[in-house]
């Protein structure tokens, strides 16, 4: 499985690394990775089961810069909205799944690029909006790290802070999906084989994105965001477009 899989394996680790440097967590990337190799409903186990190791490295290695305010009131809602669009996406084929992912996250990279000079403004009914946006974003289609960077974003944190909020609250989304996927049938054997490099490759990843990110300066770091989503949706869109010929 490793040497069938080594590609894979490569792309996911460049994958966390970004992910950890742009503050979205990985699965933005991972996702379209992944379906270059899986099937859509077995990508969103993987994704949801990987991320709770790599947030679990972000936890560890960004602990002192955590918001809790903003982890309560941007978590709970974005955990509560996960098991929803968990719940609802085994009620879609797939095929429309691959799709829609593909337009959220090309809908997502022309509004950081327009607006990435703005920001929402910063109160409690963008946080709970936010957080329930990303959350059935996240459940519904595997990836809504890009929404709640957004919110985020508003909040002017540092980066450090900005990674260890993020983290905590993808925690409580990605081990809520996992359950409802595991209900789903999405996580079996398969995801076993493949976990133990997925381990070392979420800490391994996170380890160097953190060394990285002290040679990044703190306004580039949104056009670092911008890009590592604009080259998610692009290679999300022609993997589909060919797939469907």
Same mark, same amino acid.
């Given at each position: 499985?490793?040497? =069938?899989?080594?590609?894979?394996?490569? /792309?996911?680790?460049? +994958?966390?690394?970004?992910?950890?440097?742009?503050?979205?967590?990985?699965?933005?990337? $991972?996702?379209?990775?992944?379906?270059?190799?899986?099937?859509?409903?077995?990508?969103?186990?993987? #994704?949801?089961?990987?991320?709770?190791? @790599?947030?679990?490295? !972000?936890? %560890?290695?960004?602990?002192?810069?955590?918001? =809790?305010?903003?982890?309560? =009131?941007?978590?709970?809602?974005?955990?509560? $909205?996960?098991?929803?669009?968990?719940?609802?996406? !085994?009620?879609?084929?797939?095929?429309?799944?691959?799709?829609?992912?593909?337009?959220?996250?090309?809908?997502?990279? %022309?509004? /950081?690029?327009?607006? @990435?000079? &703005?920001?929402?403004?910063?109160?409690?009914?963008?946080?709970? +909006?936010?957080?329930?946006?990303?959350?059935?974003? +996240?459940?519904?289609?595997?990836?809504?790290?890009?929404?709640?960077?957004?919110?985020?974003? +508003?909040? *002017?944190?540092? &980066?450090?802070?900005?990674?260890?909020?993020?983290?905590?609250?993808?925690?409580?989304?990605?081990?809520?999906?996992?359950?409802?996927?595991?209900?789903?049938?999405?996580?079996? !054997?398969?995801?076993?084989?493949?976990?133990?490099?997925?381990?070392?490759?979420?800490? #391994?990843? #996170?380890?160097?994105? =953190?060394?990285?990110?002290?040679?990044?300066?703190? !306004?580039?770091?949104?056009? /670092?965001?911008?890009?590592? %989503?604009?080259?998610?949706?692009?290679?999300?869109?022609?993997?589909?477009?060919?797939? @469907? *010929?």
């Amino acid at each position: 499985m490793i040497e =069938k899989y080594y590609i894979f394996y490569i /792309l996911a680790f460049f +994958a966390e690394i970004l992910g950890t440097i742009s503050g979205f967590g990985s699965s933005i990337l $991972f996702v379209p990775i992944s379906s270059l190799f899986f099937d859509f409903h077995l990508i969103l186990g993987i #994704t949801a089961v990987f991320h709770v190791f @790599s947030n679990a490295s !972000k936890m %560890v290695l960004f602990r002192d810069g955590i918001d =809790k305010t903003i982890v309560l =009131k941007l978590g709970i809602p974005a955990v509560s $909205f996960v098991i929803l669009g968990a719940w609802m996406n !085994k009620l879609f084929p797939q095929g429309q799944m691959e799709l829609l992912l593909s337009i959220v996250l090309i809908a997502l990279s %022309v509004y /950081l690029l327009i607006y @990435s000079t &703005k920001s929402l403004e910063q109160n409690n009914r963008n946080l709970i +909006a936010g957080g329930a946006a990303s959350g059935f974003v +996240a459940g519904f289609v595997g990836t809504g790290g890009a929404i709640r960077g957004i919110v985020l974003a +508003a909040f *002017n944190l540092e &980066k450090n802070v900005f990674i260890s909020t993020s983290a905590f609250i993808d925690m409580g989304v990605d081990s809520s999906r996992a359950v409802v996927y595991y209900l789903n049938g999405y996580i079996g !054997k398969e995801i076993l084989v493949l976990l133990p490099a997925l381990i070392v490759i979420s800490i #391994t990843g #996170t380890w160097i994105g =953190k060394k990285l990110l002290k040679y990044i300066p703190q !306004k580039q770091f949104i056009w /670092l965001v911008i890009g590592v %989503v604009i080259t998610t949706s692009l290679v999300q869109l022609v993997n589909y477009l060919v797939g @469907s *010929n």
